[in-house]
């Protein structure tokens, strides 16, 4: 079984249903699925913004917190991942909390799964494109049936200048 870091933007996708729901459900059946300890509090603030929108009641925020404290996804102590997250924030001039996820995919030697569009995004304009290779696209890594990343198109059109 391989093994995933995955961000919030995939984790609140198991407990509210939204775009990339399916996708980011088959994640959890195929993969260990590991993260930052961050995950908890990025998720918490995701559910206290869609209850600020009206997307979510009270009830159903704390009926989907209760659930991802439950999932089953290892959370890895952020303290070891301090100096690469800054220096991956610093190199792609993104902030560092994403930048925490993409350290522990390097450390633990995995692949990192995320919805991020804008991370997504960032990654693309990459010049040395060591963290888009060991990033993938929430779609692209379950198979979807969404387009894939401009690059992954560009590698697979290599005839086209795009």
Known sequence: ????????????????????????????????????????????????KKVQRDELSKEEALLAARLLQAAEIELAPTRSLLEAATRIAIDLDHPAYDCLYLALAVESDCRFVTA??????????ERRGQFRDRTIALTTAVGGPDEPRPKERRSRSSESDE
Do not use: F
């Not at 995933?4 to 399916?22: H, M, Q, R």
């Not at 991020?116 to 304009?125: F, I, N, P, S, V």
């Open 1 to 48: 079984m391989s093994t995933l870091v995955v961000d919030a933007s995939i984790a609140v996708k198991w407990v509210v249903e939204e775009e990339g729901t399916p996708q980011a459900l088959m994640l959890r059946r195929g993969a260990k699925l590991i993260a930052p300890e961050l995950l908890v509090a990025e998720c918490a603030n995701i559910l206290w």
């Open 116 to 125: 991020d569009e804008r991370l997504l995004r960032k990654l693309d304009q």
